[in-house]
C-alpha cells in the first residue's frame, strides 16, 4: 500500500525567488523594469530602436534574450546604452535566474529604464516572473485578433498591450476593436497603444508613459 | 518548451521530498495546475518521464496532473464566481476589478510512494 506524502511546494518557488530578489536590485537602484514579451516578429526590437531615440541612452540599460544570434543586441549597440545578450539556447524564454545573473553585468546606478526584450514567444515568458515593474506585450496587427484569448495569461499580466505596425491597417482585415475587447474582457485594466515605427504614430504616448515610470 | 523546465523542477521536489522520507518508490505524483498556467498536461508528462530517468526513485512514477478552474471574486461587491471563457467581470455588479482566487496555481500537491 502506497504511503502519501503531503508536499504543497510551488514549482516556480526558485524561479519565484530568484525574480524577488531582482526585484529589490531594481528598486534599490531605482530602476523601472519592463519585460517586454511577443510573438517573434512581432516588431519589438525595431520598437526599441524608435523608443531609444527618443529617451536618454545613459538612463537606459537593455537585457537582450534571443534564442541563437546576438542580432537584436547588434541593432542596438549604435544607441551608447548598456545592453547584456542572453542567449538562451533552447529555452524558449527568460527567467528569474537568467535575469539575475545578467544583472551582474551592468551598472543599474544611473539607469532609470531597464528594458528586458524577452524570447519571442507568446506561452512560456508569461509563467516566468523575472522581478519585473511592467509586463508589456506587444501584439502585430498582422497576427490574429483572437491573440489574446489564445494566450490569457500573457494578456491577464500585463499592464500595457500594445498594438504595433498599425500603418499596415489598411491592408489588412484586422479589427483594432475586436482585438481590444477579447483583450480587455481577460484585463479590463490594460493600458492600450496603437504604435506604428514606420511612421512615428504613438510612439510619444508610449515614451511619455515609460518617462512617467522613470523616477528622475 | 517550458514544460521542460517545469518537468525538472518538479523532479527536484520530488527527489528531495523521496529523501527527506526514506522512500524506496515513488509511484504516483499529484500536481495542481491552475487553468491560466495554459499548462499541457500531455507535454508536461512526456517531460517528466524523459527527466525522471536521471532519479531511480521517481523513473516510471505516474504524474497526475489536475486542472484547476479559474475563480475570481469582486473587489467591489465581494462575489466569488468561476470565471469562464476568460471573462473577468462580475457578474452581480458588473465590476471589472477582480482578483484571482484559483487558477495561477503550480504545485506538487502530494506524492505517493513505497
Same mark, same amino acid.
Given at each position: 500500500?502506497?504511503?502519501?506524502? %503531503?508536499?504543497?511546494?510551488?514549482?516556480?518557488?526558485?524561479?519565484?525567488?530568484?525574480?524577488?530578489?531582482? &526585484?529589490?536590485?531594481?528598486?534599490?537602484?531605482?530602476?523601472?523594469?519592463?519585460?517586454?514579451?511577443?510573438?517573434?516578429?512581432?516588431? &519589438?526590437?525595431?520598437?526599441?530602436?524608435?523608443?531609444?531615440?527618443?529617451?536618454?541612452?545613459?538612463?537606459?540599460?537593455?537585457?537582450?534574450?534571443?534564442?541563437?544570434?546576438?542580432?537584436?543586441?547588434?541593432?542596438? #549597440?549604435?544607441?551608447?546604452?548598456?545592453?547584456? %545578450?542572453?542567449?538562451?539556447?533552447?529555452?524558449?524564454?527568460?527567467?528569474?535566474?537568467?535575469?539575475?545573473?545578467?544583472?551582474?553585468?551592468?551598472?543599474?546606478?544611473?539607469?532609470?529604464?531597464?528594458?528586458? #526584450?524577452?524570447?519571442?514567444?507568446?506561452?512560456?515568458?508569461?509563467?516566468?516572473?523575472?522581478?519585473?515593474?511592467?509586463?508589456?506585450?506587444?501584439?502585430?496587427?498582422?497576427?490574429?485578433?483572437?491573440?489574446?484569448?489564445?494566450?490569457?495569461?500573457?494578456?491577464?499580466?500585463?499592464?500595457?498591450?500594445?498594438?504595433?505596425?498599425?500603418?499596415?491597417?489598411?491592408?489588412?482585415?484586422?479589427?483594432?476593436?475586436?482585438?481590444?475587447?477579447?483583450?480587455? %474582457?481577460?484585463?479590463? %485594466?490594460?493600458?492600450?497603444?496603437?504604435?506604428?515605427?514606420?511612421?512615428?504614430?504613438?510612439?510619444?504616448?508610449?515614451?511619455?508613459?515609460? &518617462?512617467?515610470?522613470?523616477?528622475? | 518548451?517550458?514544460?521542460?523546465?517545469?518537468?525538472?523542477?518538479?523532479?527536484?521536489?520530488?527527489?528531495?521530498?523521496?529523501?527527506?522520507?526514506?522512500?524506496?518508490?515513488?509511484?504516483?505524483?499529484?500536481?495542481?495546475?491552475?487553468?491560466?498556467?495554459?499548462?499541457?498536461?500531455?507535454?508536461?508528462?512526456?517531460?517528466?518521464?524523459?527527466?525522471?530517468?536521471?532519479?531511480?526513485?521517481?523513473?516510471?512514477?505516474?504524474?497526475?496532473?489536475?486542472?484547476?478552474?479559474?475563480?475570481?471574486k469582486c473587489k467591489s461587491c465581494s462575489h466569488e464566481f468561476s470565471v469562464e471563457e476568460y471573462r473577468f467581470v462580475c457578474p452581480e455588479c458588473e465590476h471589472e476589478d477582480i482578483d484571482v482566487l484559483q487558477g495561477m496555481e503550480l504545485m506538487v500537491s502530494n506524492i505517493e510512494a513505497v
Amino acid at each position: 500500500m502506497p504511503i502519501k506524502i %503531503q508536499v504543497l511546494n510551488n514549482i516556480l518557488e526558485m524561479n519565484d525567488s530568484y525574480a524577488a530578489e531582482n &526585484k529589490r536590485v531594481f528598486e534599490a537602484n531605482s530602476s523601472f523594469a519592463v519585460n517586454m514579451m511577443s510573438s517573434p516578429g512581432s516588431g &519589438k526590437t525595431t520598437l526599441l530602436e524608435r523608443t531609444l531615440e527618443r529617451l536618454d541612452p545613459s538612463r537606459v540599460a537593455i537585457i537582450e534574450g534571443d534564442m541563437q544570434t546576438t542580432k537584436d543586441a547588434e541593432r542596438l #549597440e549604435r544607441f551608447g546604452c548598456q545592453i547584456v %545578450q542572453i542567449s538562451t539556447g533552447n529555452a524558449c524564454h527568460l527567467d528569474g535566474k537568467m535575469i539575475h545573473d545578467a544583472l551582474a553585468d551592468l551598472d543599474l546606478s544611473d539607469v532609470r529604464l531597464l528594458v528586458i #526584450e524577452n524570447v519571442g514567444n507568446l506561452v512560456c515568458p508569461a509563467e516566468f516572473r523575472v522581478g519585473e515593474d511592467a509586463k508589456i506585450v506587444v501584439l502585430s496587427v498582422t497576427e490574429g485578433e483572437d491573440k489574446p484569448l489564445k494566450y490569457p495569461l500573457m494578456f491577464r499580466e500585463a499592464a500595457v498591450c500594445i498594438f504595433n505596425k498599425i500603418d499596415l491597417l489598411p491592408h489588412l482585415d484586422f479589427s483594432l476593436d475586436e482585438a481590444r475587447e477579447n483583450a480587455r %474582457q481577460i484585463n479590463p %485594466q490594460l493600458k492600450f497603444l496603437e504604435i506604428s515605427c514606420k511612421t512615428g504614430e504613438g510612439l510619444d504616448e508610449w515614451t511619455d508613459w515609460l &518617462k512617467s515610470k522613470m523616477k528622475g | 518548451m517550458h514544460e521542460m523546465g517545469l518537468a525538472q523542477n518538479i523532479l527536484d521536489i520530488v527527489v528531495k521530498t523521496a529523501e527527506q522520507n526514506n522512500v524506496d518508490k515513488v509511484v504516483r505524483i499529484n500536481v495542481r495546475a491552475g487553468q491560466l498556467r495554459g499548462i499541457v498536461p500531455e507535454q508536461l508528462q512526456f517531460c517528466f518521464g524523459f527527466v525522471a530517468r536521471e532519479s531511480s526513485v521517481v523513473d516510471g512514477a505516474e504524474l497526475v496532473i489536475e486542472t484547476l478552474p479559474i475563480k475570481g471574486k469582486c473587489k467591489s461587491c465581494s462575489h466569488e464566481f468561476s470565471v469562464e471563457e476568460y471573462r473577468f467581470v462580475c457578474p452581480e455588479c458588473e465590476h471589472e476589478d477582480i482578483d484571482v482566487l484559483q487558477g495561477m496555481e503550480l504545485m506538487v500537491s502530494n506524492i505517493e510512494a513505497v
